[in-house]
Every structure is written in C-alpha cells, then in structure tokens.
C-alpha cells in the first residue's frame, strides 16, 4: 500500500471534507445540466408595489357654488352678447331703442309672390328718437318705490365700466318715439311710442316690448311682445316669439303670434335664420287658426360699411283667407342706417359684443 493510497483515505473519511464538500444529488444532477448555473445566479427583483391613493379633498359647499354661480355667469353673459349681435345685424327696433340716441333707417325692398307672379316694390324711412329724460325719471321712481325708509339712493354706475348684464339691470327700461313714412301710394305714415327691458332669469335673457302707434292704413293700434333667447353656443342663438297686436279702432280684431327661431351668426357681419310661427286671431271673441308660416331668413352686412345691409327672406304660408293652400314669397330687401350710438353703450372684450 502506497503512502499516497493512505493520504487520500485519510482525506475522505474526515468529517470536516465530508461536511464542506458534500453536495446532494439532485442539485449536482441540476449543475450538470448545460446553462444552469447562470440561472442560479440570478436574483428575481422584488414586486413593485402600487403608491397608495389619496382621496382628493372634497370640495366645500362654497368652493362648489363658487363654481356653479360663475359658470352661469359666463353662460349669461354669453346669450346677452349674442342676442345683442344678432339685434344689431337685424337692424330692429330692440337694437336700435338700446344703443343709439337716435337713428334714420331706410328699407326698399322687391316682394315676389311665387304663386302669382307678381312682385311688389316698397319703400320706407323711419326715424327714431330716445326719450332720456323719461327714462332717468322712471329710475328715480323705481329708487324711490323700491328704498327702504332712511337708505340712500343706489349709485349711478359709470355704465362704461360694468358688464352687460350689470348695465341691464341698472338700465330697466328704455323708452323711444318712431315716426315714418311709406312711400306708396297714397302715402302711408304712422308714430310709435314704445317702451322696452331686458331682464334675466337663470341662462335665458328675455326682451319685453309695449307699443302703442297711430298709423294711417290701421289707425290705432297696439302691440305687447316677449323675446326669450337661449344661447347653444357663441354663434347659435335660440329665440321663441310671443306677440299680441290689438287693433284699437276696431275692439274686437285681437292677433297673437308665436313660435321660435333658430339664428346662426356667422363670419361677424352675417346670420341664418330658420322661423316657424303660429298665427291666431280673434273677431267678435272667437279665435282661430290665422296663418302657418315657415321661413328662412339671410342676412349679411359688410365689413368696411358697417350702415348697409342686404337681406333676402323666401317664406311659405298657409293662410286661412287663401283655405291653407300653401303660397311662396320672396322678399328681397336692402337697409341703410344712420345713427348716433349711445355713450353709455357697455364695453366688452367678447367679439360678440356689437
């Protein structure tokens, strides 16, 4: 037996190698396989863990009103500057009576009846005059009634430096005269005293008009309407019309119209206008159906000359005198306005604002 025999012998039964070097089947039959030592240096990275929520502070009652309160203040400014572009390019009476002192308005226009095919040239001027000093004491009066014993009066705003909706409510009512002429013949001529306010409740402005005239063809004769606008957005305008027109001279002709439009302004000098209207009358207290009309109305102005505009309205009606048989007209009319614009005229930085 050779020494180096013993020296291994020896090497193999102490318990110390025995211990170190002992390596269990399995794992050296693992290690044997190609590739898997690299495997079992590896560390598998620990799982992420999502950041925890948290709950957003919830907002207190007046943060939330806060919020609702402007909100309807933008929706509300934004149907007054609408509607008041809208009644500057129709060029009416609402627009006029409100912004200018006073104005000079004249219409000529071509009518054409598709039915018949006749056509009817008219020619018209009106002037219309404000009544300021009727409407400073109809403000006193209105303070007065309305202060309580020992308040002071309420401050007259510089009305250039509030807001639209601030310059109606501290301007209730405004008050005109309007005279014009026909030029027809005979020659037609009429007066109109009117009185008119704007008022707002929640996101509609509504437009409130009481007139009484003399005019040559009806004779006296009065007029009660209500205008309520509802603005869809900056360019598209919903109106619904209520009318009443009273024939004085004669008591028992009484005539209502209603019925809404749909008013797109466009391109800042231009509208499309798309009308129904339901017309009712009575006579000797019996009411019934007067008129079906349906219409469209363009209407567009021009950039440079801001006093013209061209209008072009073809309608449809069915009207009880014609046994409801449908009848298509055209009208086709130009305006030319002169006007001396209030100075106290609200100022906005909204395009929309005429």
């Not at 044997?32 to 929520?53: C, D, I, L, R, Y």
């Not at 439009?261 to 009712?280: A, H, V």
């Not at 009358?281 to 006093?307: C, H, P, Q």
Request: hydrophobic share 35%; with cysteine.
């Amino acid at each position: 037996m050779s020494l180096k025999f013993v020296f291994a012998l020896s090497l193999l039964s102490s318990s110390a190698y025995s211990q170190t070097a002992t390596i269990p089947s399995d794992a050296k039959a693992v290690s044997e396989v190609p590739g898997t030592q690299v495997a079992q240096n590896q560390v598998t990275p620990a799982a992420s863990v999502p950041p925890k929520k948290t709950r957003k502070k919830r907002k207190s009652d007046n943060q939330s009103r806060g919020f609702i309160s402007d909100s309807r203040k933008v929706v509300s400014d934004r149907v007054i500057l609408l509607a008041n572009k809208v009644d500057g390019l129709f060029g009416n009476s609402r627009a006029l009576d409100e912004y200018y002192s006073s104005s000079l308005k004249l219409t000529t226009g071509v009518l054409y009846n598709a039915n018949t095919g006749e056509h009817e040239n008219t020619v018209s001027t009106s002037l219309i005059l404000s009544l300021p000093n009727l409407k400073a004491k109809e403000r006193a009066f209105n303070d007065y009634w309305n202060r309580k014993p020992g308040e002071a009066p309420a401050p007259m705003f510089d009305e250039d430096f509030i807001t639209p909706e601030e310059f109606k409510e501290q301007n209730p009512w405004d008050f005109a005269t309007e005279t014009g002429i026909r030029w027809t013949w005979p020659v037609g001529y009429y007066g109109k005293l009117r009185a008119s306010r704007n008022y707002l409740t929640g996101n509609v402005v509504h437009h409130l008009l009481d007139e009484i005239g003399w005019d040559s063809q009806t004779y006296w004769a009065s007029k009660v309407s209500l205008a309520s606008d509802y603005a869809y957005s900056r360019y598209f305008l919903l109106r619904f019309v209520n009318e009443a027109n009273w024939y004085m001279s004669e008591p028992s002709v009484f005539g209502t119209t209603q019925g809404p439009s749909w008013i797109y302004s466009f391109q800042d000098k231009s509208l499309f206008s798309f009308d129904l209207r339901f017309n009712m009358r009575s006579i000797k207290l019996e009411m019934y159906t007067d008129a079906y009309t349906v219409g469209f109305t363009y209407r567009t102005g021009f950039k440079k000359v801001n006093w013209i505009f061209v209008e072009i309205s073809p309608l449809c009606a069915w009207k009880y005198d014609d046994g409801f048989a449908p009848t298509t007209t055209i009208n086709l009319s130009l305006d030319i306005l002169f006007g001396k614009e209030k100075t106290a005229k609200p100022k906005s930085d909204n395009p929309l604002d005429m």
